[in-house]
């Protein structure tokens, strides 16, 4: 079956630094994504990895490799507004985003 | 301007009851989704309709039918709801289908007592 791994929590610190990581079974695969959702909120597209390595985008980076099919997330310079829920999320040819289950962050002071 | 719109917010009735959920875009996108998400968080793609085309029809019931009257516009309705259905649903859009970047709406949650 396709599936994502994720863990389901994780605790930090405001300015600490964080990772999340996903491995993911998928056929058909193109690339992963992470996305944010905060508690009531939607969620939120973060990132987009297709190839091999790392992509930063401001406090937030993600990184695959498609060799150990594994990716994650790192967030710097943690905040209390980074308190969310972040899912991997795997695109694949032809058929819909399958979401991981989700790795709820808290984040305190 | 809101980029994806849902009607209503909340929904609460009663088991057995025909329920609506409404979905706009004003991206221009071409792809629109719907989206359940259980008391876990965890997110299940149900449909997905491409310039009012059905491109996916995951395995859900039969009382839940998409209607896409135009590619901007994208509803859900329920028939003869059930306890199991309470959830929230989101609309999402794109630009093309299956696309890795989607734009989510803020959601419907639905509760059925």
């Known amino acids: 079956g396709q599936s994502l791994e994720q863990p389901s929590e994780v605790t930090a610190v405001e300015g600490a630094i964080v990772q999340i990581n996903c491995t993911y079974q998928?056929?058909?695969?193109?690339?992963l994504s992470w996305y944010q959702q905060h508690d009531g909120g939607a969620p939120t597209f973060l990132s987009y990895?297709?190839?091999?390595g790392l992509e930063e985008t401001g406090r937030f980076s993600s990184f695959l490799s498609r060799s150990d099919s594994y990716g994650y997330l790192l967030l710097q310079e943690l905040q209390m507004k980074d308190s969310a829920s972040y899912f991997c999320v795997s695109n694949q040819a032809g058929t819909a985003l399958i979401f991981g289950k989700g790795t709820t962050l808290s984040v305190s002071s | 301007d809101t980029a994806v719109s849902q009607t209503p917010k909340y929904l609460v009735t009663q088991m057995g009851n025909d329920k609506s959920i409404k979905c706009e875009q004003n991206l221009g996108h071409d792809t629109m989704y719907w989206y359940k998400q259980d008391s876990k968080k965890f997110l299940k793609i149900m449909f997905s309709y491409n310039n009012k085309e059905l491109i996916i029809n995951e395995t859900v019931p039969n009382r839940f039918s998409p209607k896409s009257p135009d590619k901007a516009h994208l509803n859900l309705h329920i028939n003869s709801l059930e306890l199991g259905d309470s959830a929230v649903y989101f609309c999402?859009?794109?630009?093309?289908?299956?696309?890795?970047?989607?734009?989510f709406g803020p959601g419907t949650r639905l509760t059925v007592t």
């Open positions: 998928t056929s058909g695969f193109y690339g």
């Open positions: 999402a859009s794109s630009q093309g289908s299956y696309s890795y970047e989607q734009y």
């Open positions: 990895n297709a190839l091999d």
